[in-house]
């Protein structure tokens, strides 16, 4: 399987005098077309590796493969058009005085032509389900609208690698599914890899691998069901065990007979209607 980020001991600190590193020993490798979630406590450092594989900041220490090749201060615009990142805050990220011109300036700026650019955005606003919002000014969107635009901004960019820094934080839990359910067509059509930093833990169940941080280092990279299955693990980690394994726990100490592996609500409430309540 090809990789398309190999990222090894990266360091970082924000205050040169300082004698804590915000990073050490950051290393994990992404496939291409993968699903990986970064989970982890606030301050964990998070942000901080998406904004060194965007090339935002240089590292103190380590390397960063995009691609097969390894970012310098030469290629970082270069490289850093394979990647879209999508940031929480989707203020910082408008230009265009309307939401076309919004997704267009991107475009422009990739020299792409002028009938495929009119096609592309508006391809991207039917994704996002923001047709309609074409000719406002992004000022006027509320947070989750924003956040919608931003990633159709870069998704009409078509890049390699989508950073989503709690791109969906402003959505509610319906809004934040039928995004992330976008964000995978696309990447199933495009063959998209995914980089999500996220606080919901349903969508990280749904990713193929989960990297977790703490204090700055990779603590554990593990399918969703190896962390979410280990209460150690969740506890140590500084997560709450979610809902449903809490419930699970609680059915098998009743007797029901309920498998090891980690079930989402609907999953589990499918495997209880099968099992137990349609007899
Ligand atoms: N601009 C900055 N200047 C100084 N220190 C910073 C800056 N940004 C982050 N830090 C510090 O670096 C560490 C890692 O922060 P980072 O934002 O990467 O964590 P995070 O896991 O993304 O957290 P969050 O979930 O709150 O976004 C924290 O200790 C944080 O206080």
Known sequence: MKKILEIQNLTYKYEEDSDKLNLSGVSFDVNEGEWISIIGRNGSGKS????????????????????????????????????????QNPDNQF???????????????QQIERDEMIKRVDDVLELVNMSDFKDREPASLSGGQKQRVAIAGVIALRPKIIILDEATSMLDPNGRNKLMNVVREIKDEYGLTVLSITHDLDEAVNSDRIVVMKDGEVVRIATPDEIFESENDMVSIGLDVPFTSNLMIDLRAKGFDIPEKYMDEEGLADYLWQSYLKK
């Open 48 to 87: 901080t590796t998406a904004r060194l594989i965007d090339g935002l900041m240089p590292a103190l220490s380590g390397t960063i493969k995009v691609d097969g090749e390894v970012l310098t201060e030469a290629n970082v615009w270069d490289l850093r058009r394979k990647i879209g990142m999508v940031f």
């Open 95 to 109: 230009v265009g005085a309307t939401v076309e011109d919004d997704i267009a300036f991107g475009m422009e700026n």
